[in-house]
């Protein structure tokens, strides 16, 4: 039965093997290695006792990242949950600064008030980390409101969990975006696990990318373990946004190898359902396949670019090593904005 170009899309889009030109796929492989080091790096500094409070790594969603990214503008917002380290180095954000955050330094995004789940940069359209599970969402829609408001052409990726998706606010927020024709693009990150519960004990229905039927928003599924496959269906995502048609859902399927912070040892899940998807799926080995397949680089290549990530971030934990932390006064600062 034929639709029309509002209606709810359903399941994955019809169309060809994802491509890209070799400077791009070099790109995202460097993009998303350098992601997946950071994070481990930050599991380093958090076993040491150098990163306190809360601390959810990326390692494994990569791709998704990633991908959403390289569909987006200069005029473009993101929003995201407390799964945000990989979100922040992904827009730009110098890894030093983040690492800095994360060990509660001066030299931090937030001064070092902010830690894992709360800093921001709005000269890259980063507008945080948010503890509160799905309440990044309706901030998410306001923003997406602020640039149909001032009609910049931009749009707002706001980034959730398969554990935020039955939060009430998510579907107020749906609501809102879709009675405006609100320019956002909401991903949800189905990792397979909400804390330590699957998708499938959590979600009466499992098909995430339908939520939003009832409010007429198109949705799709993604795998989100390909970076290219996560950037064509990100660039249709956003071109939908911006020709004024209202909100997407995009439900990128992807997985994290780590627990849902470092403090949970994930034993609702194998060892061998991890090593099997890590064997199988893996975003950055299969970045690497389609370089060394394609013949866009050898090995040795690919080693430079191991070598040249891993000084970055051993550049960023020496830096928030060496920044002083704040000064007592900071707790008086950044509280009230005169306006």
């Known amino acids: 039965m034929a639709t029309s170009s509002n209606a709810p899309r359903r399941g994955r889009r019809k169309a060809g093997a994802p491509t890209a030109t070799p400077e791009e796929l070099i790109r995202f492989y460097e993009d998303m290695l350098l992601i997946r080091r950071f994070e481990e790096k930050a599991g380093q500094l958090y076993g040491m006792g150098l990163i306190g409070g809360f601390c959810h790594l990326y390692i494994g969603q990569e791709a998704v990242v990633v991908g959403a990214t390289a569909a987006a503008g200069p005029r473009d917002t993101v929003i995201t949950s407390y ?87 998510v579907y107020e927020s749906f609501n809102m975006a879709a009675l405006w024709k609100l320019p956002a693009v909401y991903l949800i990150e189905n990792n397979k696990y909400g804390m330590g519960t699957s ?79 890590r064997a199988e799926s893996d975003p950055i080995d299969l970045a690497r396949k389609m370089i060394l397949d394609g013949d866009h680089l050898d090995d040795a290549a690919i080693k430079d670019i191991d070598k040249r990530v891993k000084a970055v971030v051993t550049e960023a934990a020496s830096f928030a090593q060496g920044s002083p932390e704040p000064d007592p006064s900071e707790l008086y600062t950044d509280v009230l904005v005169e306006a």
Do not use: W
């Open 83 to 169: 799964r945000d380290h990989g979100q922040m180095l992904a827009c730009g954000m110098d890894p030093k600064g983040v690492m800095a955050e994360l060990t509660g330094r001066r030299g931090g995004y937030s001064k070092g008030k902010g830690g894992s789940m709360h800093m921001f940069s709005r000269e890259k359209g980063f507008f945080g980390g948010h503890g509160i599970v799905g309440a990044q969402v309706p901030i998410g829609a306001g923003l997406a409101f602020a640039h149909k408001y001032k009609a910049d052409g931009g749009v707002c990726f706001a980034y959730f969990g398969d554990g935020a998706v039955n939060q009430g606010q």
């Open 199 to 277: 998708v499938e004990r959590a979600s009466a229905t499992t098909e995430l990318y339908r939520r939003g039927e009832a409010y007429g928003i198109p949705g799709e599924q993604v795998n989100g373990m390909n970076v290219l496959e996560v950037r064509d269906a990100a660039v249709h995502a956003a071109e939908h946004c911006r020709a004024g048609n209202g909100p997407f859902i995009l439900e990128m399927k992807t997985y994290r190898y780590r627990g849902h912070s470092m403090s949970d040892p994930a034993k609702y899940r194998t060892k061998e359902e991890v090593s099997k998807i």
